[in-house]
T-cell receptor, first 114, second 113 residues
């Protein structure tokens, strides 16, 4: 089954404790992206990757890092989480050709930073 | 900067009604538009994708239209069911270097039995 998976689905952590949210897709998609969803603000792009070793900032990259060492994986790293990073996070993927392809989203990771 | 607005923010209808959800966007230079469904606290399920060259797409009881020149899209749901209750999100892909989707804030649909 074609899908985007994220782990963990739920995470409660404390300020400053480094964490990684994994994202994996089995559709051989070149493009992957991270969004966060907050009440009243909607979904905003954090980082994106057009292919292996090619990443760039989205609209709200502060406090996050990413890497793309393999085509299927695009982990989101919070090196020193803060309470304002409490949010619902989504990973997305699609083929990358002129941006015309449907984007597929993972199930989300609900992160709480205390 | 692309902005996406969805009206109404919430809608409550009795089961069986046909309904229309609206989406408008400020910049008509788009690659495509996607409609998503989101259940409470859950992920985004893609419902329909309309390319910029298309006028409409259909899937089962859903029909989405696109009028790029006026910056509007509608999602028509026929014969609504309680299982259709969810938040419906419209997202525009304006292309560029990041394929970013600009989302509306959604319409919360409640279908009452």
């Amino acid at each position: 089954e074609a899908q985007v998976t994220q782990n963990p689905r739920y995470l409660i952590t404390v300020t400053g404790k480094k964490l990684t949210v994994t994202c994996s897709q089995n559709m051989n998609h070149e493009y992957m992206s991270w969004y966060r969803q907050d009440p009243g603000l909607g979904l905003r792009q954090i980082y994106y990757s057009m292919n292996v070793e090619v990443t760039d900032k989205g609209d709200v990259p502060e406090g996050y890092k990413v890497s793309r060492k393999e085509k299927r994986n695009f982990p989101l790293i919070l090196e020193s989480p803060s309470p304002n990073q409490t949010s619902l996070y989504f990973c997305a993927s699609s083929r990358a050709r002129y941006g015309t392809y449907e984007q597929y989203f993972g199930p989300g990771t609900r992160l709480t930073v205390t | 900067k692309q902005e996406v607005t969805q009206i109404p923010a919430a809608l409550s209808v009795p089961e069986g009604e046909n309904l229309v959800l609206n989406c408008s966007f400020t910049d008509s230079a788009i690659y495509n538009l996607q409609w998503f469904r989101q259940d409470p606290g859950k992920g985004l399920t893609s419902l329909l994708l309309i390319q910029s060259s298309q006028r409409e797409q259909t899937s089962g009881r859903l029909n989405a239209s696109l009028d790029k020149s006026s910056g509007r899209s509608t999602l028509y749901i026929a014969a609504s069911q309680p299982g259709d209750s969810a938040t419906y999100l419209c997202a525009v892909n304006s292309g560029g270097s990041n394929y970013k989707l600009t989302f509306g804030k959604g319409t919360l649909l409640t279908v009452n039995p």
